[in-house]
Each structure stands twice: as C-alpha cells, then as structure tokens.
C-alpha cells in the first residue's frame, strides 16, 4: 500500500504555544489530505478537508482560525494548533487520497499523540 | 448525529472461531465502505473494502458483507487469530472523494 508520513509522532507543548503537525505522501501525489481527531475509545472524527493550493473546508464545530492547515504541494500538508490548551490533548490522524491511483482507499499516517501541559 | 454506528463496543472470540464485527449506516448515499484496523497511538491500516453494488466481497481470511436494505454491513474473520486483536473501524464515503465518516469502533480480543 501507499506511505503516508506524520510527524512529529507524539508532542508535548505548554498551553498557549502553537504546535505544527506534518503529514507527507511519500510515493504518490495526494490532491486530498484529510485530518482527523481522535478521543480515547471514540471514533475518528474529521475535522477538516485539505485540497493542494485552496483554502481548508472545515467540518461542523471545527475552529478554522485555531486549527490552521495549510495544503502547499502535492505530498505534504500541515495541521497547525495554534494557542494550544489542555483540551487540545488527543490523537491527530492524517489521510492522503488520489483518485489517479485508488478508487476511494485513503492511507493514513501513523498518527500524532499531543499533550498540551 | 452518528452517520455510521458500531454498537458493540468490544468483542472477544476464542482463537480460531469466527468473529462477526457489525456496522449500521444511516445515509443511503454512502456508496462505498471500508473496514480498518487500528492499534494504539497508529494510524488505521485498511483492511478490506465494498461498493454499494456489490453484497459480498472476499480477501483471505476477511469477508464483507453489505446488505443495502437494512444498511447494514459486517466483517467476518475466520479463523479469528490472536494477532487479528485490535480497535475494528467501519467506515463509508460518498463518491470518489476519499472523505471517510468512520463509525465508533469495536474492540476485537482474540483469545488463544
């Protein structure tokens, strides 16, 4: 299957700082790269969808201006958290999809854990 | 509102039996469904996947079934393995756009 990299994997940050998630598809070019936030024992919930060189779509609830994403080329996006507090806390998953290679399979990263202190 | 739903939580099965994982849907125009496994603090590793005009679709030991009536589908895993324990996610998009909508997930223990 295809490789997606995140990092960092797991970040501990002081409340009030920003925090930059990187998410890379290593061999193939991703036109879509979705973000997730996962709670322990809850679901992945997507919180934003990004296309390469527009601007985010944001889920329902989703803060746009505290959770910046930014979709500069084809095989990497970043999920910023800005001014992060302790409820920011949780595991952030990223996908990367091009419809040139698979149907509708996303491959996602290994995941980010943040701990905001 | 929980547009794709797991309802059981967790799920233990003795090593080599089948284990049964089921997933409701409520949005009849979701149109293709995807089974993930996931383990703590990784990202989900996709497992096997179904179109809406398809009922069953088979690889190895993993078999989905889709039942569009009932919006209803299942993972079958036989013979279950104790390396097949892990957090079991369905999941369904509409269209060829990569959006998956995931449903809560079920915890699978394979006991040898």
């Known amino acids: 299957g295809a490789v997606v990299s995140q990092h960092p994997s797991r970040v501990i940050c002081k409340s009030g700082t920003s925090v930059k998630i990187e998410c890379r598809s290593l061999?193939?070019?991703?036109?879509?790269m979705f973000w997730y936030r996962q709670f322990p024992k809850q679901s992945l919930m997507l919180m934003a969808t990004?296309?390469?060189?527009?601007?985010?779509?944001?889920e329902q609830g989703v803060e746009k201006d505290k959770f910046l994403i930014n979709h500069a080329s084809l095989t990497l996006s970043t999920l910023t958290v800005t001014s992060a507090h302790p409820e920011d806390s949780s595991f952030y998953i990223c996908?990367?999809?091009?419809?040139?290679?698979?149907?509708?399979?996303?491959?996602f990263g290994q995941g980010t854990r943040l701990t905001v202190v | 509102d929980q547009q794709v739903k797991q309802n059981s939580p967790s799920l233990s099965v003795q090593e080599g039996r089948i284990s049964i994982l089921n997933c409701d849907y409520t949005?009849?125009?979701?149109?293709?469904f995807l089974w993930y496994k996931k383990y703590p603090a990784e990202g989900p590793t996709f497992l096997i996947s179904?179109?809406?005009?398809?009922d069953k679709n088979e690889d190895g030991r993993f078999t989905v079934f889709l039942n569009k009536s009932a919006k209803h589908l299942s993972l079958h895993i036989v013979p279950s393995q104790p390396g097949d324990s892990a957090v079991y996610f369905c999941?369904?998009?509409?269209?060829?756009?990569?959006?998956?909508?995931f449903g809560q997930g079920t915890e699978l223990s394979v006991k040898p």
């Open positions: 061999d193939f070019q991703a036109t879509t």
């Open positions: 179904i179109s809406s005009i398809k």
């Open positions: 999941a369904a998009t509409e269209g060829q756009g990569g959006k998956l909508i």
């Open positions: 996908s990367a999809y091009s419809p040139n290679r698979w149907n509708t399979e996303a491959f």
């Open positions: 990004s296309n390469e060189g527009s601007k985010a779509t944001y």
């Open positions: 949005n009849s125009m979701f149109d293709y």
